[in-house]
């Protein structure tokens, strides 16, 4: 993705549910959706319990917006960050949005800004509760992020026996070749995880240890896989067909 064509994205930080050891990794993976134009955390920075943020904001040319917590039992954070998210939203100056928390709060401000014709990219730990997840048309688990995009995934890759085991994930991958597949049953792999991630925005191949989508689909052996020239200098397209497709053809 160049730089011109390269969607404008507004990061926006929930401090009180996010730790700040994640955040280099965090923005590592935020670019592969695009620039983060706009770079804020929200948080009571008067309190103790950020203190280790400090380094991290300045490193990463975050802007910290202080919100006192006036009233015990309201996360005024959240309304802050909120009243940011439709502010920057009506600027129309943004391609998308990456709301970083593990709080269902944020549930409904997701799905504002989806009606609105613009991508959320949200980011949590695992407990963080499903509607928030299904609110975003991606969701990245902080646990799965290694800090460099090139890392390998920090699980340990399931087996072949193990992932075809996994009922859920062969149904889902099988489905999405079938739907994106030609009427000879090979299916580009880019259109193969389009229609993944609209149907389980958590997806992600880290998920069962693999840092690719690429790397799992072969993992679970269950696909041919052919990489096919597009053009001089150009890099190859990978396209995959169900095994058991290829044997009944």
């Given at each position: 993705?160049?730089?011109?064509?390269?969607?404008?994205?507004?990061?926006?930080?929930?401090?009180?549910?996010a730790q700040p050891a994640i955040i280099a990794a965090l923005l590592a993976e935020i670019a592969k959706y695009g620039t983060a134009h706009v770079k804020r955390a929200y948080g009571d920075w008067t309190g103790t319990h950020l203190k280790g943020w400090k380094d991290e904001l300045l490193r990463q040319s975050i802007q910290p917006i202080q919100q006192f917590g006036y009233t015990r039992g309201k996360n005024a954070t959240d309304s802050a960050l909120i009243i940011d998210a439709m502010d920057l939203l009506y600027s129309e100056r943004f391609d998308g949005f990456c709301i970083v928390s593990s709080?269902?709060?944020?549930?409904?401000?997701?799905?504002?800004?989806?009606?609105?014709?613009?991508?959320?990219?949200?980011?949590?730990?695992?407990?963080?509760?499903?509607?928030?997840?299904?609110?975003?048309?991606?969701?990245?688990?902080v646990e799965n992020l290694s800090g460099k995009p090139d890392e390998e995934a920090p699980l340990k890759p399931r087996s072949a026996a193990q992932l075809k085991q996994d009922a859920g994930l062969v149904n889902l991958l099988r489905n999405a070749v079938d739907a994106a597949s030609d009427e000879d049953g090979w299916a580009g792999l880019g259109p193969v995880g389009s229609i993944?991630?609209?149907?389980?925005?958590?997806?992600?191949?880290?998920?069962?240890?693999?840092?690719?989508?690429s790397d799992l689909v072969a993992a679970t052996t269950l696909f041919e896989i052919e990489r096919r020239s597009t053009g001089e200098g150009r890099p190859k397209t990978i396209h995959v067909r169900n095994r058991k497709k290829a044997a009944r053809g």
């Open positions: 993705m160049s730089s011109e064509s390269a969607a404008k994205l507004a990061v926006l930080i929930d401090a009180d549910n709080d269902s709060d944020f549930t409904r401000l997701a799905g504002r800004i989806r009606e609105s014709g613009l991508a959320v990219y949200g980011f949590g730990e695992r407990k963080t509760p499903e509607p928030f997840v299904s609110a975003c048309d991606k969701f990245i688990y993944i991630s609209k149907q389980r925005p958590d997806f992600d191949a880290r998920n069962y240890g693999y840092a690719k989508l």
